[in-house]
Nanobody, 114 residues
């Protein structure tokens, strides 16, 4: 059974930084693609960062501020977030897809406020 568990969320002031981690447990880590999504309060869930065969892509509003990466040895996906703004407040979710099977983490809250 594959599980994704996020950590690293919290309260941060505008302009601050956080690093989210997504630990993968189970029999494999080599997903076809992995991503970070977020759901802002009262809004739909949106994909913000994608990692696919070594290539990355980002939602326009986070490009240049957020970085997605993974560590195969640690079976962990990361999201480095810099210059956080109040509009980045959301529940952040880790996502992986393998052979058309999708996996989601439970989410971690990020709140950007002074």
């Amino acid at each position: 059974q594959v599980r994704l568990v996020e950590s690293g969320g919290g309260l941060v002031q505008p302009g601050g930084s956080l690093r989210l981690s997504c630990a993968v447990s189970g029999t494999f880590f080599r997903f076809d693609a992995m991503a970070w999504y977020r759901r802002p309060p009262g809004k739909e869930r949106e994909v913000i960062a994608l990692l696919h065969k070594g290539d990355t892509d980002y939602l326009g509003s986070v490009k240049g501020r957020f970085t997605i990466s993974n560590d195969q040895a640690k079976k962990t996906l990361y999201l480095e977030m810099n210059n956080l703004q109040p509009d980045d407040t959301a529940v952040y979710y880790c996502y992986g897809v393998y052979n058309a099977q999708e996996y989601w983490g439970q989410g971690t809250q990020v709140t950007v406020s002074s």
